[in-house]
Nanobody, 119 residues
Framework: QVHVVESGGGLVQPGGSLRLSCTLS????????VNWYRQTPGKQRELVAH???????VYGDSVKGRFTIARDNAKNTVHLQMNYLKPEDTAVYYC?????????????WGRGTQVTVSS
């Protein structure tokens, strides 16, 4: 089983920055995809950013040009650098690690970290 731990959330003013971290309990090279999602009450979980084992990335339309996802392979960690934050970025941010198995894709989730953008 893969344990996923998010950190780095907090309160920030509009226009500010935060860096979230997603630390995995296994060798990151055993993970195919690492995804950051976010969720606000009453809404579906939204994909924020995604990085594959080969390094390719995908971003949600609402964060393109402001957020950057990057792997730190030496630390089995994926960072989400969030710049020019807006109030609508307020959400609980979850990290998801996906890996293949003989039974199909296996997903592991962290407990989430709260990001609040407010003046």
């Amino acid at each position: 089983q893969v344990h996923v731990v998010e950190s780095g959330g907090g309160l920030v003013q509009p226009g500010g920055s935060l860096r979230l971290s997603c630390t995995l309990s296994v060798d990151i090279f055993s993970i195919s995809d690492v995804n950051w999602y976010r969720q606000t009450p009453g809404k579906q979980r939204e994909l924020v950013a995604h990085v594959r084992s080969g390094g390719s990335t995908v971003y949600g339309d609402s964060v393109k040009g402001r957020f950057t996802i990057a792997r730190d392979n030496a630390k089995n960690t994926v960072h989400l650098q969030m710049n020019y934050l807006k109030p609508e970025d307020t959400a609980v941010y979850y990290c998801n690690a996906r890996r293949p198995s003989d039974y199909g894709w296996l997903d592991s989730w962290g407990r989430g970290t709260q990001v609040t953008v407010s003046s």
